[in-house]
């Protein structure tokens, strides 16, 4: 990452640590954080936002802690929204910092308030996949976050081992909700074609392709309810998905 947005990432989380807040990073800085491969020179992209996510009990001191930094905040969007999202700027850098309250909603709503205390530092990788994987109109840097979080961690059944995605976590989420399985499992089999696009070694493509196949078998192979059931009748002749606000991206940066 750019080192002014290193620096001020690590101010956020030092400044958390010190008050006894819950966050936890999102977006293109958590898989920077994540993965090395994130700097692999075909999946390098610029990060110029920070997100992340907290619990409700955490919010208003957190606010706090921002303005102290110096980040002002979007006065009317924090009042309107404040039970679940704020927006700070940060202006000698023209960025956004963008704080989720325990839930992360833009195509899909996911509640993560249980899932917190998984890693220390980031999102877990599954929940880290899921805010990219939802994205309806997915693009380039969301694909190469997605490859580089496939390429660097292998697949599992729990959250035992936080180096690792937690597939049956995931396919879970699928198997309620007919729209989360068309999003992701489409954007999935997005990314397995995007990746033969990239300057990027055969043993390096052959891994990702590999893991992104056996996260698709997983949730493929996991029993649906009869609610996703019933939905998946309908598919796509009625719209599955939310548009998030203009100042809400399309997903965490």
Same mark, same amino acid.
């Given at each position: ?57 955490? !919010? ?18 924090? !009042? ?90 995931? !396919?879970?989420?699928? !198997? ?78």
């Amino acid at each position: 990452m750019d080192e002014d947005i290193l620096k001020a990432t690590d101010q956020i989380m030092e400044g958390a640590r010190q008050r006894g807040l819950t966050v936890r990073l999102l977006g293109g800085a958590a898989v920077r954080f994540r993965c090395p491969s994130a700097s692999h020179r075909s999946l390098n992209r610029k990060v110029p936002d920070i997100d992340i996510i907290t619990l409700r009990k955490d !919010a208003k001191k957190l606010s706090e802690m921002f303005i102290e930094f110096g980040l002002e905040p979007m006065k009317m969007f924090n !009042a309107l929204h404040g039970d679940k999202r704020m927006l700070f700027t940060e202006v000698k850098f023209d960025r956004q910092v963008d704080v989720f309250v325990e839930t992360f909603e833009m195509c899909h709503k996911f509640d993560f308030r249980g899932r917190l205390k998984l890693d220390e530092v980031t999102l877990s990788l599954a929940d880290l996949l899921i805010t990219k994987l939802q994205i309806i109109r997915i693009n380039e840097k969301d694909y190469k976050d997605i490859l580089s979080l496939f390429l660097d961690h292998a697949l599992s059944e729990d959250d035992s081992d936080k180096e690792k995605i937690n597939a049956a976590y995931i !396919a879970s989420l699928c !198997a309620k909700d007919w729209g989360i399985w068309r999003t992701l499992t489409r954007n999935l089999e997005w990314t397995r074609d995007f990746v033969q696009k990239l300057d990027m070694e055969s043993d390096k493509r052959e891994t990702v392709v590999s893991r992104i196949n056996g996260l698709i078998a997983r949730i493929e192979n996991e029993p649906k309810n009869l609610s996703w059931k019933m939905r998946s009748k309908v598919g796509e002749r009625v719209v599955w998905y939310d548009e998030p606000d203009d100042v809400g991206k399309l997903t965490a940066g």
